[in-house]
């Protein structure tokens, strides 16, 4: 069974920086491709980033281009998302997020980190 246990949520100021932490367990076969979603209030969960655990393929959602960067430490089993020049658009819970394929859907969840940025 996968495990995703975020951390590393918080407040902070519009032009600010935070690093997410995803801490992943569980067979490999399921976390090939481990990434980060967000949702806003009262917005849709959107995707924001992904990486292949195995591998160094990465993609990103347009707007975060340039200022997110995910990476993986395979020896920690951990993913992180380090989020650079925060705007209040940013602000919403995070999620970690896991799936087998390319192709496939995200079948296992974290429980979220709350990122809020202060403009």
């Known amino acids: 069974q996968v495990q995703l246990v975020e951390s590393g949520g918080g407040l902070v100021q519009a032009g600010g920086s935070l690093r997410l932490s995803c801490l992943v367990s569980g067979p490999a076969a399921s976390t090939n491709f481990v990434g980060w979603f967000r949702q806003a209030p009262g917005k849709e969960r959107e995707f924001v980033a992904v990486t292949y655990y195995f591998g160094s393929a990465s993609s990103y959602e347009d707007s975060v281009k340039g200022r997110f960067t995910i990476s993986k430490d395979n020896a920690k089993n951990t993913v992180y998302l380090q989020m650079n020049s925060l705007q209040s658009e940013d602000t919403g819970v995070y999620y970690c997020?896991?799936?087998?394929?390319?192709?496939?859907?995200?079948?296992?969840w974290g429980q979220g980190t709350q990122v809020t940025v202060s403009s």
């Open positions: 997020a896991a799936k087998s394929t390319w192709t496939s859907d995200f079948r296992a």
